[in-house]
């Protein structure tokens, strides 16, 4: 006996009556009558299904369909170093495996089909045991975390806290401050040496004393992530936004600029550390579960970026807060890994932000096969305190040839870099020295500040620039997260302030004829 589910012919039965008189004729038993148009599941031989007169469409039950959902992955192919191009493939070195990211949020539901195979922790809620999202905002950003199709981070585990109940929310100081304390009871109680993400995909109006916890939150060895806003207004207005140092992230459109989208306008402000896909991103039906829609934003883009630093925390699992979130930031404004920022010059007005204050900055996912000289990426390598003395292993590769600095972004006076012996260095083992302790060096230094040298090389025939930096702090490392940034000017012998400078931003226009983008002529061997 086998099962099927067949539409009877309207033009040849006159009614429901003739429909099911003509498949019980033939032997059938019918077992289920759908709420369609003269549609039944049927139980008969295959014998008897053949003997049924007037049918119009019939399957067997069992038989197999591939069902493509309508969804696509162009927010993860923007990751992928190809602004605008989504023919690219994205394959990812890392999927957040082992990773911890928090959500507060308005509650996650796992009942589609998106979450089918992704770990969901039910960890706090500010409404008696109520876990389960009425509004969807939560579950939306959800997918974009660990959806396992859309997801920046799908094997990564999912805290669900559940600050609010609906988008927006009334509530209470107190509610947020619960919901931060359960991230931080947790994560203490958890491995808390392991770097972990906590995502806000929410704004509300400057409060000192949320901004505070969330400080202490990333003391304490966690990266927050904070959607810049949609109100077209200066980020600095918001909290946790515009504390400088949060990883807050703005909304871009497909083709890298900041600019309205789908009615809304992103916060602008010097606070925005990165951006990311913010302009119809695929993201699951809230109401239904095995559909997509599009949404638009700064918390779909935030959403994305929590889940690109547990792809960091796995790929860097030494690297503390401070250190993952300068790797994403300087991984996403290196040229040919990210690219330059574009920004709207109405949108900047508006905002009254000072434009050459904006950072240029996309989340770029480190692609399998990706060439790298270090297994450093680009960012912070070494803080130091001001009047000591300390170095770092750089840890370039033996393979890597034509190492160089760059010579339009080279050391500061303090900095040197040497071989493991102390000579000049070719390849191997490489020390960036820094000593603040010699007054002739430190001349025309402001501290605390963050100081960019980069690094260039080839391996495997592809050109690799990395762009690193130091931190000088008076007295507490705390300092560098709203530090002022600079890179040195060896022929006025000053120090610029890196406003929208993008590490080989002008080597682009000194590639040899014919050869490409990635070939270019090296000097100045350290």
């Not at 170093?81 to 959500?103: D, M, W």
């Not at 990564?156 to 107190?174: C, D, E, F, I, Q």
């Not at 990883?247 to 925005?272: F, P, Y």
């Amino acid at each position: 006996m086998a099962e099927y589910i067949i539409e009877m012919d309207s033009s040849v039965h006159a009614d429901a009556t003739a429909a099911q008189t003509a498949i019980t004729s033939a032997g059938g038993s019918i077992t289920k009558t759908y709420s369609f148009d003269l549609t039944y599941k049927v139980e008969c031989e295959p014998a008897e299904y053949d003997a049924i007169n007037g049918k119009k469409y019939g399957e067997l039950v069992s038989a197999e369909k591939v069902v493509t959902p309508a969804f696509n992955t162009n927010h993860l192919k923007m990751m992928c170093n190809k602004i605008g191009n989504t023919s690219v493939t994205y394959n990812a070195q890392s999927s957040g495996n082992g990773e911890h990211v928090y959500l507060l949020d308005t509650g996650v539901n796992t009942v589609h089909d998106e979450f089918s195979g992704a770990t969901v922790n039910n960890l706090h809620t500010n409404f008696s045991t109520d876990f389960a999202d009425s509004d969807g905002h939560g579950t939306v950003m959800a997918s974009l975390i660990v959806g396992q199709n859309i997801g920046t981070a799908k094997d990564a585990t999912l805290h669900n806290v559940r600050m609010m109940n609906s988008n927006p929310y009334t509530g209470t100081v107190g509610a947020v401050i619960d919901a931060l304390d359960a991230v931080a009871v947790h994560h203490n109680a958890n491995t808390p040496g392991q770097t972990k993400t906590v995502v806000c995909c929410w704004t509300t109006s400057k409060n000192s004393l949320i901004d505070s916890k969330i400080a202490q939150l990333e003391n304490n060895n966690l990266v927050v992530v904070a959607a810049a806003g949609n109100d077209g207004a200066d980020t600095d207005n918001y909290s946790p936004a515009g504390l400088d140092s949060v990883l807050t992230v703005g909304a871009m459109n497909i083709n890298g600029h900041v600019a309205e989208i789908d009615g809304g306008k992103c916060n602008l402000g010097e606070e925005n550390d990165i951006y990311a896909l913010g302009d119809s991103v695929s993201v699951i039906n809230f109401t239904d579960n095995s559909a997509y829609t599009t949404a638009s934003g700064t918390s779909v883009a935030a959403a994305q970026i929590g889940g690109l630093v547990a792809q960091y925390t796995d790929l860097y699992p030494n690297a503390d807060s401070f250190q993952t979130k300068s790797y994403v930031v300087a991984e996403g404004m290196v040229e040919f890994k990210g690219t330059a920022v574009t920004f709207d010059s109405t949108l900047v007005t508006e905002t009254g932000v000072d434009a050459s204050k904006l950072k240029e900055s996309i989340g770029v996912s480190p692609q399998v096969g990706d060439v790298s000289i270090s297994p450093i990426p680009s960012g912070i390598v070494l803080t130091v305190q001001n009047g000591q003395s300390a170095n770092a292993n750089l840890m370039i590769y033996p393979d890597a040839s034509n190492v160089s600095l760059s010579d339009f972004s080279p050391l500061p006076p303090f900095a040197t870099i040497t071989n493991a012996e102390g000579g000049n260095v070719e390849v191997g083992e490489v020390y960036l020295n820094v000593d603040t302790s010699d007054a002739s060096t430190m001349a025309n230094v402001t501290l605390p500040a963050v100081f960019h040298f980069s690094i260039k090389g080839e391996r495997s025939n592809v050109v690799v620039i990395e762009e690193y930096s130091v931190g000088i702090y008076n007295t507490s490392e705390d300092e560098l997260y709203s530090a002022p940034e600079f890179y040195y000017d060896s022929e006025e012998t000053s120090y610029d302030q890196v406003v929208n400078f993008n590490a080989a931003k002008n080597l682009q226009n000194n590639a040899p004829a014919g050869l490409g983008k990635h070939a270019f002529n090296f000097s100045g061997f350290f």
